[in-house]
Structure formats: structure tokens, C-alpha cells
């Protein structure tokens, strides 16, 4: 058996980052590194470079994400982005979606013991949820899929004009350029990447943004959604 790797000091940019809630931001670190590694949500050699790579990579997202708004993290895991970003921004309301139970435990845990008041834990896929959930402003995302499938199942959880927001990395261009035909058909009416966290994290952490119109998800999206808030109707008649 392996010995476990120790976690590393905060550098001082998560002071400078997570203010108010560094130490929240440090026992969540704590636990990624002994829970999350022990329930096999994030892998032992991730401990050393947790605050660069995981921590610090994902609260920069902060910088894109308009005020007072909800937010869906999709594919949340261990809680990347959404926990990074619910602990930089007590302003927004946001949902971790994540089918898997273990780590909807984790995350339930997490948001207890931290306090996170205005961040809820959902169990379940993207495409499940739909019209169950109330539609957001923006999805969040990070290592989850290729870009064409992680749209499918984001585009389709936003409000019209909402904007679905993917961590990626050297691949980010590649992947928008293979995804254009897709995007289109779900409903995006531009795209963008954006690059955040200057002076933070080195390199900077890459951002794809994808920005809807009036239908997310396309034609064949609006006729299910439509269906399901009649469904949901019937249902509170009843």
C-alpha cells in the first residue's frame, strides 16, 4: 500500500482568492485530499497539486460568471467546479448535478460542513433532470465530456439567452472548431474562449463559453421541456 500524499500549504493567492472563506477553502482541500482520495474521487497523485490544478484552476471561473444568478454544475464530482466557485461567490445559487451516489454524498457533506447555504446537491444525469429542475442562467463544467456531448446535456438546462460555461484545457480551440454543427443545433448563437485567472494560476485556466438564444437545446429540446413543465403541472393538480 502506497503511502498517501500530503497536501501543501495554501500558496498565497487562495488567500487572496477565497478571503472571507480561505478556511473553508483549506478544510475543503483537507477533505479532497483524505475523503475524496479515500472514496476514489480524485486520485492520490492530485494531492500535491490540488490548490493549483483543482482549487485554484476552478474558483477563477468566478471572473465569468455574471452577478446573482443560478448556476447548474453538471458532472459536478468531487465538487469541481461548483464548490471552488460557491465558496468565491456567496451571490449565486447553485445546483451540483452528479448521478453517481458516492460522490453526492461527498458533496452533501462537504455543503453541510461548510455552510453552504445557497448550494443544493442533486442526484441524477443532465438529461434526466430536465424540466424537473428549474431552468438555470448558466452551466458549469469541467472535464466531464468532449464539448459536442457535454453541450447536449448543458445547453439544455439553461434559460433562453442563458450561457453554458466549460473548463478545457490545450484542447479548447480544437474542440469548438469539431463542435460548431452541434452547438448550432442546440441553440447557440455564439461562441467564445476566455481565458481567467492572471496572476492566479499559471497557466491561466482556459474557459469555453457558449451563449444561447431564445431556444437552448434546439427544436427537439423546447418540444420535451414543454412537455415536461406540462407533466410537472399535472402532477401539482393532483
Given at each position: ?12 493567492q ?5 478571503g ?5 477553502a ?29 482549487l485554484?484552476?476552478?474558483a ?18 468531487a ?14 445559487k ?29 442526484r ?11 431552468p438555470?442562467?448558466v452551466?458549469t463544467?469541467?472535464?466531464v465530456?468532449p ?9 439544455p438546462?439553461l434559460?433562453p ?5 466549460a ?15 452541434a ?14 485567472g ?22 427537439r ?18
Amino acid at each position: 500500500m502506497t503511502e498517501a500524499a500530503e497536501l501543501p500549504p495554501a500558496p498565497e493567492q487562495a488567500r487572496e482568492v477565497f478571503g472571507e472563506r480561505f478556511a473553508d477553502a483549506v478544510r475543503y482541500a483537507e477533505l479532497l485530499a483524505e475523503a475524496g482520495v479515500q472514496r476514489g474521487l480524485i486520485g492520490p497523485r492530485e494531492v500535491p497539486r490540488l490548490w493549483e490544478r483543482h482549487l485554484l484552476n476552478c474558483a477563477v471561473l468566478a471572473e465569468v460568471v455574471p452577478e446573482g444568478v443560478t448556476v447548474c454544475d453538471v458532472g459536478s464530482g468531487a465538487g469541481l467546479p461548483g464548490i471552488p466557485l460557491a465558496l468565491v461567490r456567496d451571490d449565486l445559487k447553485i445546483t451540483l448535478l452528479e448521478p453517481l451516489l458516492r460522490r453526492t454524498n461527498f458533496l452533501t457533506e462537504v455543503v453541510e460542513l461548510l455552510g453552504l447555504d445557497h448550494v443544493t446537491v442533486v442526484r441524477g444525469r443532465a438529461e434526466e433532470v430536465m424540466g424537473k429542475l428549474p431552468p438555470v442562467h448558466v452551466v458549469t463544467a469541467r472535464a466531464v465530456a468532449p464539448l459536442d456531448r457535454l453541450a447536449a446535456w448543458g445547453i439544455p438546462l439553461l434559460r433562453p439567452y442563458g450561457e453554458m460555461l466549460a473548463l478545457k484545457g490545450d484542447t479548447a480551440e480544437e474542440e469548438l472548431k469539431g463542435a460548431a454543427t452541434a452547438l448550432s443545433k442546440l441553440g447557440a448563437v455564439e461562441t467564445s474562449i476566455l481565458h481567467v485567472g492572471e496572476g492566479i494560476v499559471d497557466p491561466m485556466s482556459t474557459v469555453v463559453r457558449v451563449e444561447v438564444g431564445e431556444s437552448p437545446g434546439g427544436v427537439r429540446f423546447a418540444a420535451k421541456r414543454a412537455k415536461a413543465a406540462r407533466t410537472g403541472r399535472a402532477r401539482r393538480r393532483r
